[in-house]
């Protein structure tokens, strides 16, 4: 069965670092443009970051500088690696492909 499992998440202070990671299993991960979104209470999914088969990258405004996304296609697996994290990153964070869809997320909570 093609599915995207993200991991990850977790607990951490203001300006602390988080990797994410999201594995692709079951299909051929390196045709795949992989997306990172964050959903938080009360506001709609936004995109993140974005990666293109050939590496290439873009971002939200909110995260450029301090987030970035990677992928390895030897392990089926893309990356959101995510620094200076503040509050207002507090998110479930989900990866996403237009063709299997979506991951069950991961929660990213920033506190004082």
């Known amino acids: 069965q093609v599915q995207l499992v993200e991991s990850g998440g977790g607990l951490v202070q203001p300006g602390g670092s988080l990797r994410l990671s999201c594995v692709v299993s079951g299909s051929i991960f390196s045709i795949y443009v992989m997306r990172w979104y964050r959903q938080a209470p009360g506001k709609q999914r936004e995109l993140v970051a974005i990666i293109a088969t050939d590496g290439i990258t873009n971002y939200a405004d909110s995260v450029k500088g301090r987030f970035t996304i990677s992928r390895d296609n030897a392990k089926n697996t893309v990356y959101l690696q995510m620094n200076s994290l503040k509050p207002e990153d507090t998110a479930v964070y989900y990866c996403?492909?237009?063709?299997?869809?979506w991951g069950r997320g991961t929660q990213v909570t920033v506190f004082s």
């Open positions: 996403q492909t237009d063709s299997i869809g």
